[in-house]
């Protein structure tokens, strides 16, 4: 079992920064990839970043390129999520994911809320 704990949503007016983290605790051996996904009011949630820990480079999706950037603990598996110049659009639950080796299941979060204000 994995518990996948997020913090760091909250309110922010357009154009600021907010940082999202995400710990994992218990099952954290075999992790092969963490990140995120938001869901809007109305919509399917989607992707946003992700990071494998076998390298390769973080992963975005369009709308996060250049604005978003996914980053890990060095030791800890933990996962942060600085988002910066944000937009209304970008207004979401925010919901962290973990893969294992072997496996494409993901494990989730309960979801962070992040309301971006005009």
């Known amino acids: 079992q994995v518990q996948l704990t997020e913090s760091g949503g909250g309110l922010v007016q357009t154009g600021g920064s907010l940082r999202l983290s995400c710990a994992a605790s218990g099952r954290t051996f075999s992790t092969s990839a963490m990140g995120w996904f938001r869901q809007a009011p109305g919509k399917e949630r989607e992707f946003v970043a992700a990071?494998?820990?076998?390298?390769?480079?973080?992963s975005y999706a369009d709308s996060a390129n250049g604005r978003f950037t996914i980053s890990r603990h060095k030791v800890q598996t933990t996962v942060y999520l600085q988002m910066n110049s944000l937009k209304v659009e970008d207004t979401a639950v925010y919901y962290c994911?973990?893969?294992?080796?072997?496996?494409?299941?993901?494990?989730w979060g309960e979801g962070t809320l992040v309301t971006v204000s005009a």
């Open positions: 994911f973990t893969q294992f080796r072997g496996s494409d299941m993901r494990y």
């Open positions: 990071l494998r820990w076998a390298g390769g480079g973080p």
